[in-house]
C-alpha cells in the first residue's frame, strides 16, 4: 500500500521521481551553500598570505555567481531525470542555457570590474586621483553594458532564439525610440563631453546656471551636485553642452571687491590714514595675498567719497571666515582711529 502511494503519477512521472528531483535540487542547494562558503572563508583567508590584492578582490567578488551557477546545474539535471513533453523540455533547455550563459556573464563581468577597480587602484599612484575616480566609473559602466550586451546575444543565440531577426526588429523599432529618446541622447553625449573634456572632477565645487555645489557622481547621462545646504541636486549631462560650467575649485584665488563710504567732512588726513589702516590689516592677514591688493580713493558718491578696498583670498583658505575677520578689523580700527562710515556701503564679490 505504502509503496503503491509512490508509484502513482503526476504528469506521466511517478511520485518517486518527482520526490528524488527535488531531493537533487535541494542537494544543489546544499552544495552551492558549501562552495559559498569554502570561497568566502577558506579561499579569503588562502589568498590573504599572497602579495597581490587582486585575488582577494575577485574572491570577493566570485562566490555568488558561482554558487547560482551550481543550483542551476543541479535544476536542470533534476529536471532531466522527468519525462517532460516535448515542447516543454525544448523550452526548459532554452531557459538552462539562457540563465546559464547569464550567469557565466555575470562571473566574468564581476572579474573585469575588480581588475578595472584594481588597474586604477594601482596607477593611482602617479595619476590625478579625481580623474581616476571619474575614469574608473565609466569605464566599469561601459564594460558592464559590452558584457552584458555580448552575454545576451551569445545567450539567446545558443538557446535557439534568431538573433539576427531580434536585431533587425530592433533595428526598425529603434529609430522610433531614438526619435522619441532625444534627450537621453543629448545627455549622454554631455557625458562624454565631461570625460573627454574634464571641466571638472568628482569633488570639485562648479556653478552651472544658478546651480552652485560639489559634485559628488558623474555618470554617463547625469551628474550630481550637493549644494552648500545639503540638497543633492541631478544634473542632465545636457546642461554642460548647452551652459558655461564654472568650475569654482581650480580658480587661484577669491577677489573681494569692498566699497567703503566716507562721509565728506572726512579730511585728507583722515582718508590717508585710512587707506594706511586697511593696507596693514591685508598685510597682516595670512590667509590674503596682500601683495594683489588694491586700495585707492576712487570715486565721488553723490553722498560720500568711496575707498576701493580690493583684496584677495588664498585658494584654500575658508572665504567667510576669511572675510568676517577682515571686515571686524576694519571696523575695530576704523573706529579706534575716529573714522566713520556713509551710508550706504555697498558690497560685491568677483572671481578671478
Known amino acids: 500500500m505504502f509503496l503503491n502511494f509512490f508509484d502513482q503519477k503526476i504528469y506521466n512521472n511517478p511520485l518517486y521521481d518527482w520526490l528524488f528531483s527535488l531531493g537533487i535540487v535541494a542537494a544543489s542547494v546544499v552544495v552551492a551553500r558549501l562552495i559559498y562558503w569554502f570561497i568566502s572563508i577558506i579561499l579569503r583567508q588562502y589568498t590573504k598570505r599572497t602579495n597581490t590584492e587582486l585575488d582577494d578582490l575577485i574572491i570577493k567578488r566570485i562566490d555568488t555567481p558561482i554558487a547560482l551557477g551550481v543550483v542551476l546545474i543541479g535544476i536542470r539535471y533534476a529536471l532531466k531525470l ?34 578595472i577597480e584594481f588597474y586604477f587602484r594601482q596607477n593611482n599612484q602617479t595619476a590625478d586621483s579625481k580623474n581616476e575616480k571619474q575614469v574608473t ?68 565645487v562648479i556653478k552651472v546656471k544658478e546651480i552652485e555645489g560639489t559634485v559628488v557622481y ?98 584654500g583658505s575658508d572665504m567667510h571666515t576669511t572675510q568676517t575677520d577682515v571686515n571686524k578689523e576694519v571696523i575695530r580700527k576704523f573706529k579706534a582711529a575716529g573714522i566713520e562710515f556713509a551710508y550706504p556701503t555697498q558690497v560685491s564679490i568677483a572671481k578671478q
Not at 573681494?256 to 587707506?275: F, M, N, R
Open 137 to 204: 566609473m565609466v569605464a566599469k559602466r561601459a564594460s558592464v553594458i559590452v558584457l552584458w550586451s555580448m552575454g545576451a546575444v551569445v545567450g539567446l543565440n545558443n538557446a535557439g532564439f534568431d538573433v539576427g531577426a531580434l536585431i533587425a526588429g530592433l533595428g526598425i523599432g529603434g529609430l522610433a525610440i531614438a526619435l522619441a529618446a532625444q534627450d537621453t541622447v543629448k545627455n549622454i553625449i554631455g557625458g562624454l563631453v565631461v570625460f573627454f573634456d574634464k571641466p571638472f572632477y568628482v569633488g570639485d
Open 82 to 115: 522527468l519525462t517532460l513533453p516535448h515542447l516543454l523540455n525544448n523550452y526548459v533547455h532554452r531557459g538552462f542555457v539562457l540563465m546559464a550563459t547569464l550567469t557565466v556573464t555575470w562571473l566574468f563581468t564581476r572579474i573585469v570590474r575588480v581588475a
Open 218 to 315: 558623474t555618470g554617463i547621462r547625469s551628474t550630481r551636485i550637493r549644494t552648500g545646504a545639503g540638497r543633492l541636486i541631478t544634473i542632465p549631462n545636457a546642461q554642460f553642452t548647452d551652459n558655461a560650467i564654472e568650475n569654482i575649485t581650480v580658480e587661484p584665488s577669491k577677489r573681494i571687491v569692498t566699497y567703503l563710504s566716507l562721509p565728506y567732512e572726512t579730511g585728507a588726513e583722515k582718508i590717508d590714514e585710512a587707506i594706511l589702516i586697511l593696507k596693514n590689516i591685508v598685510e597682516q592677514s595670512p590667509d590674503v595675498n596682500h601683495y594683489d591688493s588694491i586700495i585707492y580713493l576712487e570715486k565721488f558718491s553723490p553722498s560720500s567719497v568711496d575707498i576701493n578696498f580690493t583684496y584677495f583670498i588664498k585658494k
